[in-house]
């Protein structure tokens, strides 16, 4: 019998067409600019900013949710304009049709005051320049409730009080409070570095949590915003082509991160959430750095503003390039020509015009210092350990075959076919980089980073399956400074980092103090261990619970005990003294075998007798 088609319900007539009432149209564009408190703060500092203020201070309570206030010293609105701005499609931003090809404001699309008025309690103050008096507006589910003279300084403050309060069905989505003011700091950080001239100033929970001073050097707000360990680590390059001029400011290797979260990009002074320019860094740093690194970077591209369409998101965090392969090459030009002066890549066979074509290079190099925290791992790049039938540490289970895909590799095999790594002759380290082994039939050659990565991950995973991460204690605590939202981060996280042996402790807003790492860790520098911590726990907003069934959580653990593990194993390149040598031998023959490090790079390669014995013609 053929598969019948679904059953239509019959058309009722409350599907005939009609138009929306007002308060839900307004619902429905809150849906589409309010996706959380660091969304509402976004849309009131862009029409502070748009309205020429050089001061800006913002008040967030409980996360957000009870209340975002931003006080600017713009040039305030007069009664009409007030009322007139909680209108749909309201705006000063653009005023024909021809606007929209060269949009150099923040926000233009006249929707975010009555979309988020219709989702809260909004209060408006504001006061023009010479006024004697100032105008106050309260609006209550899009309803203006209140109008009157009041007193205020000059300029506007716009404070949103109860966010989805009477939308719980919104309202339960939000996260922790500590989790919404990582998002709403972490933006206005990223904000604020494109602005130096700006003067920030933020207080949370009515204490003061950050202040940005305004100015001239754009290196010293990226320095103010970031942390100092970290500008440290940039160095700064201008670059122009035809497509347009980039200002970056980039880490070398030596400081690369867990995730692209601190790839920070800027189109015409807005930030912006973009694949081709990240791919673009991405390209730059290929030679540098391995699969599954990124790099720290705050790039800013300046191209005409009709070549970009930011247009094409409500949120406007996307945009749009007329000519995509200009703009990349401009971006990866500008970051590779940064990497060739310090000396990081090999000079062209060519000369300096070769990389850049037609550009025009006129560096001008920041602070080139080469401490700062890192990370270790990679992003949408894991082979996780399989589930096996045996408890962890169990030799065989799956995976347990050579990693040449062969059953017996003569001497050095076990009687279920499984590699004995710890019996078999070694003979030395290769270009610091491969534990050689030999086997009756051939030869093996062990990757001593993916094989050291393996063992940790694996220890870890098991200790933790077990409640058995053990912590050991610092002899002199260390201080890292993290930021606000990373701060915000852990603190959110601190049951389940206790979990994992670590022990940090939050020291004011932007850092914190370490005093234990897990004891399989030991040796390691704390600081880039917890700056790893950071870029993984960052990249969700659900905590797990370090009470609920382990197995239930690997998803998560697994990501963060392969980045731990990636960071802390040895290096390929590190020169190993023997002992070191068998002790990874001995590692991997003391846990549950599988084929890869936790990246998926190979453990090992067998090159077999036939082989070789073809390379010398003795078939």
Request: glycine content about 12%.
């Amino acid at each position: 019998m053929g598969s019948r088609s679904p059953t239509r319900k019959k058309r009722s007539r409350n599907c005939r067409i009609r138009l929306l009432p007002s308060d839900l149209v307004d619902q429905i564009a809150a849906g589409e600019v309010v996706e959380r408190p660091a969304s509402v703060l976004k849309e009131l500092v862009e029409n502070s900013l748009d309205a020429g203020a050089g001061r800006i201070r913002v008040e967030i309570r409980e996360g957000g949710s009870s209340l975002i206030a931003v006080t600017d010293d713009g040039p305030g609105m007069e009664v009409e304009e007030a009322r007139m701005a909680l209108r749909r499609h309201a705006t000063s931003k653009i005023a024909t049709l021809d606007d929209l090809g060269e949009i150099l404001s923040f926000g233009f699309r006249g929707e975010a005051l009555p979309a988020i008025a219709s989702v809260s309690r909004m209060r408006i103050l504001t006061r023009t320049q010479g006024s004697e008096a100032g105008y106050e507006i309260r609006v209550e589910s899009s309803e203006i409730v209140l109008e009157r003279e009041a007193g205020c300084p000059e300029g506007t403050r716009i404070e949103v009080a109860n966010l989805f309060g009477s939308i719980p069905a919104r309202r339960k989505f939000l996260k922790k409070p500590g989790t919404e003011w990582g998002h709403a700091i972490d933006w206005l950080g990223r904000l604020a570095m494109g602005l130096p001239s700006t003067q920030f100033e933020v207080q949370r929970d009515d204490h003061a949590a950050v202040v940005w001073p305004e100015t001239s050097e754009i290196a010293e707000r990226i320095a103010a915003v970031l942390g100092e360990a970290q500008a440290r680590a940039l160095v700064r390059v201008e670059w122009e082509e035809g497509a347009g001029h980039v200002e970056a400011f980039v880490s070398g290797p030596e400081a690369s991160r867990a995730n692209g979260n601190a790839i920070h990009l800027y189109v015409n002074g807005r930030p912006v959430r973009d694949k081709l320019l990240r791919h673009a860094v991405s390209q730059a740093y290929r030679d540098l750095l391995p699969r599954g690194r990124f790099p720290l970077a705050v790039i800013f591209l300046t191209v005409p503003p009709g070549s970009v369409d930011v247009n094409v998101h409500p949120a406007k965090w996307e945009v749009r390039f007329a000519n995509p392969q200009a703009v990349h090459r401009l971006v990866r030009h500008a970051i590779r020509e940064a990497m060739q002066g310090r000396g990081f890549l090999a000079e062209p066979s060519g000369t300096r015009r070769e990389l850049g074509g037609q550009g025009t290079d006129r560096r001008g190099w920041g602070p080139v210092a080469p401490d700062s925290p890192a990370g270790g791992g990679g992003e949408g790049d894991w082979l996780f350990a399989r589930d096996r039938s045996g408890p962890v540490g169990q030799k065989g289970g799956e995976g347990a075959s050579d990693p040449g895909g062969h059953k017996n590799l003569g001497a050095g095999g076990s009687e279920d076919g499984r590699i004995v790594f710890g019996s078999m002759r070694l003979l030395g380290q290769l270009q610091a980089r491969y534990l050689v082994l030999e086997a009756e039939k051939g030869l093996l050659l062990v990757d001593q980073h993916a094989a050291h990565e393996r063992i940790l991950y694996e220890r870890l995973r098991g200790a933790w399956l077990e409640h058995k991460v053990e912590g050991q204690g610092l002899l002199v605590p260390e201080t890292l400074d993290i930021g606000p939202r990373g701060v915000a981060v852990l603190a959110d996280a601190s049951k389940w980092i206790a979990a994992l042996g670590f022990e940090v402790e939050a020291f004011g807003e932007s850092a914190v103090v370490i005093r234990a790492i897990p004891a399989l860790l030991s040796g390691n520098d704390p600081r880039r261990l917890v700056a790893d911590l950071v870029d993984e726990l960052g990249q969700v907003d659900v905590t797990p619970d370090p009470g609920a069934d382990p197995t239930r959580l690997l998803a998560d653990a697994d990501r963060l005990f392969a980045t731990l593990a990636c960071h802390s194993a040895r290096r390929f390149g590190d020169h190993l003294p023997e002992d070191e040598q068998r002790a990874i031998l001995r590692g991997l023959d003391a846990i549950a075998w599988a084929p890869t490090c936790p990246h998926g790079r190979p453990v090992a390669a067998h090159f077999g007798l036939g082989e070789l014995d073809g390379r010398f013609g003795r078939h």
